[in-house]
């Protein structure tokens, strides 16, 4: 609810102080004016050291750099990136604004995501989250190696022992 009054609410105490003549920061008004309607997709993007790609590129290469990681408070979310959007506002100033839209995985413990004894964590991809924001800022991320190994297996019993008579 915050969320869809606050811009309604930014929008007209901007334009209000507009008539009035109030003096606002160029970034401001690009902002209250809202973003174009045309947003770029990119297959690569890279921030703070770390190069991401979307999902569908991982399948022609032979590294998987799709994985990310965000952290919000205590909670850590783990999932896999599908698009890479660059969004752009109107105006001089022209504000961007890269976001990842992904998939998440259950981050629940013992369920969704373990951790062994020498710190590594194991996701299970198996489980996704049912109401999650798909989106995040690229600022937000950061890159997770992924491996096909799965420790939420159970391992299997060996059929082949036998008890000694």
Known sequence: MKQ?????WMFTYVSAGLARGETFDDWIREMVVGPKFV?????????????????????SSTTYDAGAC????????????????????????????????????????????????????SVNSRRELQYYDPFILTSQADQIECSTVNEFVRPMQNIFRRPLV
Not at 39 to 59: D, E, I, L, M, N
Not at 92 to 109: E, S
């Open 4 to 8: 869809r009054e606050f811009s309604g």
């Open 39 to 59: 947003v770029k997709s990119y297959p690569r993007f890279c921030t703070r050291g770390y190069a991401f790609t979307t999902q569908k590129r991982r399948r």
């Open 70 to 121: 965000s952290a919000s408070g205590d909670d850590v979310y783990y999932g896999h990136i599908h698009e890479i959007f660059e969004i752009k506002y109107l105006g001089m100033v022209g504000l961007r604004c890269t976001v990842f839209y992904c998939d998440w995985h259950d981050n629940a413990l013992d369920r969704g995501v373990r951790t062994n004894a020498f710190g590594v964590t």
